[in-house]
């Protein structure tokens, strides 16, 4: 078993920054593409970006795209999330993900990983 928790979550004003990050406990992690996804209140959950197992690929939503920066560091078995600029929309719970199976654009899709996190609150104030 893999065991995921987020942290860095928090409220900010628009136009801040933050910077959640997702550490892995239990099994070997470096093996393992992992995800960010986030789902708003009333909303589904939907992808925000992901990085592959040697980081030489990452993956954004048009939503993120040149806000949001993905990256991993497999000594410290941690995955983050960059963000800046900050806006009102980003408001959700953000989860990180991590898939056994999946290391390319696959990574985009929810049903291609296998271990979840609790979730850390991002919430910005306009």
């Known amino acids: 078993q893999l065991q995921l928790v987020e942290s860095g979550g928090g409220l900010v004003q628009a136009g801040g920054p933050l910077r959640p990050s997702c550490a892995a406990s239990?099994?070997?992690?470096?093996?393992?593409?992992m995800g960010w996804f986030r789902q708003a209140p009333g909303q589904e959950r939907e992808f925000v970006a992901a990085?592959?197992?040697?980081?030489?690929?990452?993956y954004y939503a048009n939503a993120v795209k040149g806000r949001f920066t993905a990256s991993r560091d497999n000594a410290k078995k941690t995955v983050y999330l960059q963000i800046s600029s900050l806006k009102p929309e980003d408001t959700a719970v953000y989860y990180c993900?991590?898939?056994?199976?999946?290391?390319?654009?696959?990574?985009?899709?929810?049903?291609?990983?296998?271990?979840w996190g609790q979730g850390t609150q991002v919430t910005v104030s306009s």
């Open positions: 239990g099994r070997t992690f470096s093996p393992y593409g």
């Open positions: 993900a991590a898939s056994s199976t999946s290391y390319g654009s696959s990574l985009l899709y929810p049903q291609v990983y296998n271990y």
């Open positions: 990085i592959s197992l040697n980081s030489g690929s990452t």
